[in-house]
């Protein structure tokens, strides 16, 4: 899947992007950042690549194996949430795989 600039800011929060295989690789794997807070999940095989990957929330999934590849750094936050000055974080699962995960 390439998705146009034009387009890229219509993904928002609470996306979901599936398929069989999915891969997404950043343009530029040396200095980019592939932030996640929705679901990316493929029923066989994932692959993340990017010059950092940022899970705010989001949840990685693969019935297969994963491959995440950070030129810098990989770093999954659980999700948080904020009322009235009150912030929850809320339990994620950020990561997971029917076969092998390789971060």
Do not use: K, P, W, Y
Not at 23 to 48: E, P
Not at 78 to 102: H, I
């Amino acid at each position: 899947m390439i998705i146009a600039l034009a387009h890229r800011a219509e993904i928002v929060t609470n996306a979901l992007i599936m398929g069989d295989d999915v891969n997404i690789t950043s343009q530029n794997t040396s200095n980019s950042t592939i932030t996640n807070s929705g679901r990316i999940n493929a029923s066989q095989q994932l692959h993340v690549h990017g010059g950092d990957i940022l899970g705010q929330g989001g949840h990685f999934a693969a019935g297969g194996d994963a491959v995440m590849v950070a030129e810098n750094n990989i770093r999954l936050d659980a999700g948080r949430t904020n009322v009235e000055g009150v912030e929850t974080v809320l339990n994620t699962d950020a990561l997971s795989t029917g076969g092998n995960a390789t971060v």
